[in-house]
């Protein structure tokens, strides 16, 4: 009889046990709900924001856009300072910039006077002339950067090689800046530093060294051949 009574009792235990269990592990279906279903009022708070906070975070106005995206367009054509710097024409005493030929091919070498290589270079920028012949489109600059040189000196050697287009003698400011720009190697006339203007003000320098007038030619074509 112990025995008997000793197995049921085991038996309601074991009944007891795996009761309990089945409650903790099987949750009603109203504490499902309570646990694991938020309102939709909850979810639309969380989870969907306003129009007006969309707007005041990821649609920055068109002026915004425009100040962080898209440079001014006058930062963008900004010319460099020698451009407007006031220079003479040895030959005629005419007050002129380089802005003032806007619209125009312009071929600049730095040179000085007594500089054997700048004068080379000169006899190959006549012969460019005579390839190309008259053009009102294209203007040729023999810009004396020695600062020891004059205005007076300068024309009397213009004239007596020859050359008929501009030469001018550069200011202090005006060959810095072409320093500035370009390098300092542009203030070296033996290495025959020259550079092509476009029709738009953008410098273009040329490689360091005589160029024939082919090789000039060559170089500056594509300029001449862009619309003014």
């Known amino acids: 009889m112990k025995t008997k009574q000793v197995l049921f009792n085991m ?7 795996v009761s309990a269990c089945s409650g903790a592990a099987t949750p009603t279906a109203d504490t499902m709900m309570e646990k694991e279903a938020p309102t939709a009022e909850a979810m639309m708070d969380k989870a969907t924001p306003t129009a007006d906070a969309i707007m005041d975070k990821e649609t920055p106005t068109a002026d915004a856009m425009m100040s962080k995206e898209t440079p001014a367009a006058d930062a963008i054509m900004e010319a460099p300072a020698w451009y407007s710097a006031s220079l003479t024409n040895a030959s005629t005493g005419q007050a002129f910039t380089i802005n003032d030929f806007k619209g125009k091919v312009v071929l600049v070498e730095t040179l000085a006077m007594w500089c054997s290589n700048c004068k080379k270079q000169q006899g190959q920028v006549k012969a460019l002339h005579d390839l190309l012949g008259e053009r009102d489109d294209f ?10 040189e004059n205005a007076a000196d300068l024309k009397g050697y213009v004239e007596s090689n020859g050359f008929d287009w501009i ?14 720009h370009y390098g300092d190697q542009f203030l070296n006339p033996p290495s025959t530093p020259m550079l092509v203007i476009d029709r738009k003000g953008e410098a273009h320098p040329l490689p360091f060294g005589i160029k024939s007038a082919d090789e000039l030619l060559k170089f500056i074509q594509p300029f001449l051949d862009e619309a003014m």
Request: glycine share 4%; hydrophobic share 60%.
């Open 167 to 180: 030469y001018a003698v550069a200011t202090k400011d005006i060959a810095q800046d072409l320093s500035k």
């Open 139 to 148: 203007i040729s600059l023999g810009l004396d950067i020695d600062l020891n």
């Open 11 to 17: 038996v309601l235990l074991m009944a007891f046990l």
